[in-house]
């Protein structure tokens, strides 16, 4: 597409001159439709394989430039942030073995990649949302230095502001700033694309809005964020608030994000969407246009479109429409954006051959979805199965009221079979993909479910850091292993074995469950509250969560005691502010562990209150350092248990 000619629309007369070209790209596809110029007599399937990068620790590996150097010519390409690549797949023809064909080729892909990071002293994840992701790996330093993502970056704080806040609600709650959209390279996700006739898009489109929800509450495999359990999907929840451009105002006025569902059914074309999208939302991003779309039309040749395929990367429709050229004919596609990256090259493939089987056999089922199902049903089963996955209660046709698993299993899946068999899809291919999706629902063991459950399994026997650790090396292990997730064990203890604590950051060990009071608070309250949560430190901080000071169980029982055994009433009076430890020492969230333990060690002291632009957010107690020497010695215990084997 020219990406490296991508630019910020960054005054009103480079946003008035691309749209031009935008509004003469309209009509140019309009009149290619009129005409009959698209393909149709052959359907191809595509996809997109994003990825994650992590070193010997699981932590983020910010090498994509020098990997792709190494990989040198192929189907590879960036992402957004340094720690993430993409390779795109060659299209295949939609018949026979082109699913089998797929993962064939998927996994020679994955493992051409992984033996290159391999070389360079890491490894790769396919995953929704990396557990062990920080909040410090968000930083600008890790945005892939191309002119494409720095536009975006300046194009949404532009719109929106730099400062913004994150709020996600799921089994934990999530609550934090940033400056960065770069919070969006977090998500790594699988799409699917399906090429379709032009006459029958309307109809496919629509279908893909209505078993969206039923496909992703069997697909979901991103529950966990900065060590926060969400929702199921929580790519969807951190898609739509990461690229949001929208600012709050004072009256209710609509206004639709960036990251959208959409409004209504699609009624009339390909040409439906693109007016929308053109209406809604501002250009972001423009390029140097050199194309001459008139002139080539009178030759003959398929435009390019650029600049309306720039202005339609910038909005983001989970089914976002596609217009392409390949061997110089162009072709319309629908591509699924929904899916998240994992557990294993096979779970992408039966996530695929589910939605690719649906889109061509739902139509022979529900001749026309808009006369079955309310759009907004569809919109509602969507972000419940984002947040529930197989727990989903759907809206279904004729307002039935179904579970995810009786849906997939009792109807879907039968048209889903129907609709491979339509394709002349090869019967081992139906049977082993289906065969994944259906062993899945029967387990109820999503990507999602594993790690929540393996999560509330180690979370007893380690911290959050350690945790997030194990459950990533499980995922690699088990991805090189090849089996679907639905036969996965729950990651264990053992999984930690290349945890390394002097590689690790004050945030990531940090309490940040944090009981703290104010200095006017009384000191009895104080006691009382060192009782009951059985601590021994308590910071003291204002109400704009700035830390004033420090205050030790020991002070407390001693000011307490001599307060009381000399006058009983004083008590009352006696504040935080007369005995807190005013500025008391401080390091930083991303600050080395080393450098907290040898800081407490110098000073003699038993807590590290832990400070990020002058407002608390964690502590570290001798209580965090015995854990990390704890399972250090497990870790060289286990270490030397294979040296005597």
């Not at 993502?149 to 934990?172: P, S, T, V």
């Not at 209710?252 to 994000?257: A, E, M, T, Y």
């Not at 109807?411 to 090869?426: M, R, S, V, Y």
């Not at 049977?431 to 393996?454: C, F, H, M, P």
Request: with cysteine; net charge negative.
């Amino acid at each position: 597409m020219g990406e490296e000619r991508v630019k910020l629309a960054d005054d009103n007369e480079q946003v008035q001159t691309f749209m031009k070209h935008v509004l003469r790209d309209m009509r140019a596809l309009k009149t290619m439709l009129d005409e009959d110029w698209f393909e149709t007599d052959i359907l191809r399937i595509g996809a997109e394989q994003e990825l994650c990068m992590v070193d010997p620790h699981g932590k983020v590996f910010p090498k994509s430039m020098e990997v792709l150097e190494a990989l040198g010519e192929g189907n590879y390409t960036t992402e957004f942030a340094r720690f993430n690549l993409e390779i795109n797949m060659d299209p295949l023809e939609f018949t026979g073995s082109s699913l089998s064909q797929m993962e064939h080729n998927l996994h020679n892909e994955v493992e051409n990649v992984r033996k290159i990071v391999h070389e360079m002293g890491g490894d790769i994840l396919l995953t929704g949302i990396l557990p062990t992701i920080r909040k410090m790996d968000l930083d600008i330093k890790n945005l892939t230095p191309l002119q494409r993502y720095e536009a975006l970056c300046e194009a949404i704080n532009k719109l929106r502001g730099k400062e913004y806040e994150l709020r996600i609600q799921g089994m934990d709650e999530l609550l934090m700033k940033f400056d960065s959209p770069l919070l969006e390279a977090c998500n790594t996700g699988f799409q699917v694309h399906l090429q379709v006739k032009p006459s029958e898009f309307v109809s496919r489109y629509n279908i893909a809005q209505a078993v969206t929800a039923p496909v992703l509450a069997c697909a979901v495999n991103s529950p966990v964020l900065f060590g926060k359990r969400l929702w199921a999907e929580t790519r969807v929840a951190l898609f739509h608030q990461s690229v949001d451009t929208r600012q709050v105002g004072e009256h209710l006025r609509d206004s639709s994000p960036r990251v959208t569902f959409g409004n209504h059914w699609l009624e009339n074309s390909i040409l439906d969407i693109y007016k929308e999208d053109i209406s809604r939302y501002r250009v972001m991003l423009s390029a140097e246009v050199e194309e001459e779309v008139e002139q080539l039309m009178k030759e003959g040749k398929a435009p390019e479109l650029m600049a309306l395929r720039v202005h339609n990367s910038s909005v983001y429709r989970w089914n976002r429409p596609c217009y392409g050229v390949g061997n110089g004919k162009p072709h319309l596609r629908i591509e699924n954006r929904v899916f998240p990256s994992g557990p294993t090259v096979v779970d992408e493939v039966a996530n695929a051959a589910f939605w690719l089987g649906l889109l061509n056999g739902f139509e022979d089922e529900y001749q026309d979805i808009t006369k079955e199902m309310d759009f907004d049903n569809a919109r509602m089963n969507f972000f419940a199965a984002s947040k529930l996955g197989l727990d989903t209660k759907f809206i279904w046709t004729k307002d039935r009221k179904m579970t995810a698993v009786d849906l997939i299993k009792d109807e879907l899946l039968p048209i889903a079979k129907h609709g491979l068999q339509k394709a002349n899809i090869d019967s081992s291919d139906i049977d082993t993909y289906l065969g994944v999706i259906e062993e899945r629902v029967n387990t109820a063991q999503t990507g999602s479910y594993w790690v929540v459950k393996s999560y509330g399994n180690l979370i007893k026997k380690g911290n959050r850091e350690q945790t997030l650790s194990a459950i990533t090396n499980a995922m690699i292990r088990n991805q090189k292993k090849g089996e679907p997730v639905h036969k996965w064990g729950q990651a264990k203890i053992e999984d930690m074995d290349h945890w390394k604590p002097s590689k690790l950051m004050v945030e990531e060990f940090m309490t940040t469950d944090l009981f703290t009071v104010r200095k006017d608070d009384i000191l009895e309250f104080v006691a009382n509250l060192l009782d009951w949560r059985s601590i021994r430190y308590i910071p003291v901080e204002d109400d704009q969560k700035h830390l004033l000071g420090l205050i030790t169980m020991r002070k407390v029982l001693r000011e307490y005691t001599k307060v009381v055994n000399e006058d009983e009433e004083a008590s009352v009076t006696q504040t935080v502010n007369d005995i807190m430890e005013q500025n008391p020492i401080t390091i930083h969230p991303e600050a080395s562990i080393m450098e907290a333990m040898e800081i407490m060690q110098d000073q003699k002291i038993g807590c590290l209150p832990v400070v990020k632009n002058s407002r608390l957010v964690g502590v570290i107690t001798e209580d965090n350092f015995m854990n990390i020497t704890r399972r250090l010695l497990q870790v060289l215990d286990n270490e030397k248990k294979k040296e005597e084997e």
